[in-house]
């Protein structure tokens, strides 16, 4: 095996067992962003579809450049509103809509005749200046005006927690985002995505309920 074989082997087990564990999937999100297409390329080749870029422009090139494949591609960097008409489309998922003005948009630039745009609320859990994302308490509001455009899909939920070197506190985090998403359940048919925890701690983000977790250099080495 080369070593993105390996890479990619390893963390799917590591995924698997850890989903096993709370007897509920967990599926991958390999985020590219900065990484070659030759390099989305090699890791389609081994059955990974869905890959994550944080640029509108970076992922809008590399969908091109692989159009042959069947990927899923995931926006999941900070969204200026003059990208909206980009991610609605050339992306599949939306996993970083954090204010109001950006739905109605986005709904309107989907194309006629393509699948909803699947989107997930992101939450600033930490609530963390530098960070985006929206207040836990405006999730409610966010998610219904999603809900209410025919193309687009609420999904769910997604977070990057603050890095704490103390695990209990990034597990305290990744809870309170699982309330959070129990709660959005409960108010909406088709959310079933908890997207939360990358390289350094997609584990324990599964075993606090993450129904995605978003890896990057654990798959494709530093950036
Ligand atoms: C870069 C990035 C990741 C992946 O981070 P790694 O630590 O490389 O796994 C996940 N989510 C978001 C939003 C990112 O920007």
């Not at 008409?85 to 954090?98: I, M, N, Y």
């Amino acid at each position: 095996m080369n070593s993105s074989e390996t890479a990619f082997t390893t963390v799917m087990r590591r995924i698997e067992l850890a989903a096993a564990q709370q007897r509920s999937p967990a599926r991958l999100l390999a985020v590219s962003k900065t990484k070659p297409a030759g390099a989305v390329r090699a890791l389609a080749a081994l059955g990974q579809r869905a890959f994550g870029e944080n640029y509108v422009q970076e992922g809008a090139a590399k969908r091109a450049e692989l159009a042959d494949l069947p990927l899923e591609w995931h926006m999941i960097g900070p969204l200026q509103s003059n990208k909206c008409r980009d991610v609605a489309e050339r992306f599949d998922w939306l996993q970083s809509l954090d204010r109001a003005k950006l739905v109605e948009p986005l709904a309107r630039w989907r194309p006629a005749g393509a699948p909803p745009l699947n989107v997930l609320v992101q939450v600033n859990i930490d609530d963390e200046g530098s960070k985006s994302g929206c207040a836990p308490g405006d999730v409610a509001a966010l998610a219904a005006a999603v809900a209410a455009q025919p193309s687009l899909a609420l999904r769910g939920l997604m977070a990057i927690p603050a890095p704490h070197a103390d695990l209990a506190l990034r597990r305290a985090a990744f809870e309170r985002m699982r309330a959070l998403y129990d709660a959005l359940a409960r108010d909406h048919t088709g959310v079933d995505t908890l997207s939360m925890g990358m390289s350094d701690d997609f584990e324990l983000a599964i075993e606090c309920g993450a129904t995605m977790v978003r890896v990057g250099s654990a798959l494709f080495g530093a950036r």
